[in-house]
């Protein structure tokens, strides 16, 4: 199993900076791609940026050049700097992982339990 543990989410005001960090721990043979959803209330969970085990970024059209996503596997953890933030930006954000429990073994989804990110305006 792998369990993912996000910090880091709080209150800032907008034009202000968070970084988030999501750590995996458990048991796992390698972690794929790891990547930052997030959910406004009422609204679905959307993408905000991946990450591949070789280092490719994809990010939602919304916070292109404001967010950076980044992973540090000698640490099993992954980061999210967000810039520039707008109070569109007030969602739970969500931790995501693709591991793979062995060497020859299926990959699977493993989600955190969240962590809030408020902006004032």
């Known amino acids: 199993q792998v369990q993912l543990v996000e910090s880091g989410g709080g209150l800032v005001q907008a034009g202000g900076s968070l970084r988030v960090s999501c750590a995996a721990s458990?048991?796992?043979?390698?972690?794929?791609?790891m990547g930052w959803y997030r959910q406004a209330p009422g609204k679905q969970r959307e993408l905000v940026a991946t990450?591949?085990?070789?280092?490719?970024?994809n990010y939602a059209d919304s916070v292109k050049g404001r967010f950076t996503i980044s992973r540090d596997d000698a640490k099993n953890t992954a980061y999210l700097q967000m810039n520039s933030l707008q109070p569109e930006d007030t969602a739970v954000y969500y931790c995501?992982?693709?591991?793979?429990?062995?060497?020859?073994?299926?990959?699977?989804?493993?989600w955190g339990q969240g962590t809030q990110v408020t902006v004032s305006s």
């Open positions: 995501n992982a693709i591991a793979r429990r062995s060497r020859y073994g299926r990959l699977n989804d493993y």
């Open positions: 458990g048991s796992f043979f390698s972690i794929n791609a």
């Open positions: 990450i591949t085990s070789g280092g490719s970024t």
